[in-house]
Nanobody, 120 residues
Framework: QVQLAESGGGSVQPGGSLRLSCSLSGSIYSLVSMGWYRQGPGNQRELVATVNNGGGTDYADSVKGRFTISRNDIKDTVYLQMNSLKPEDTAIYYC??????????????WGQGTQVTVPS
């Protein structure tokens, strides 16, 4: 059973920083990509940042230059360093992982979410 455990959310003043972590546990065949989505009040879930198994990264335009995603392959952990936080970054942040559980079977897994609040 694949599980994702998130940590690092909280409340921070505008301009502040937070670091989110997400660790994958369970048996997998290979990891395709990991990353973060977020869902703000009244909004749909949106992509924040991803990193694939080749180390390639992708970011939402709204976070480019402020957020950095990184991955520790040994620990199967992904990090999201968030700097210069703005009130509009307030959301529940969800970790996801796209994995092959067997050579032919793949699936997406989600963490339960961690709240990030930046008061205006």
């Amino acid at each position: 059973q694949v599980q994702l455990a998130e940590s690092g959310g909280g409340s921070v003043q505008p301009g502040g920083s937070l670091r989110l972590s997400c660790s994958l546990s369970g048996s997998i065949y290979s990891l395709v990509s990991m990353g973060w989505y977020r869902q703000g009040p009244g909004n749909q879930r949106e992509l924040v940042a991803t990193v694939n198994n080749g180390g390639g990264t992708d970011y939402a335009d709204s976070v480019k230059g402020r957020f950095t995603i990184s991955r520790n392959d040994i620990k199967d952990t992904v990090y999201l360093q968030m700097n210069s936080l703005k009130p509009e970054d307030t959301a529940i942040y969800y970790c996801y992982a796209a994995v092959y559980t067997t050579m032919r079977s793949w699936d997406n897994y989600w963490g339960q979410g961690t709240q990030v609040t930046v008061p205006s």
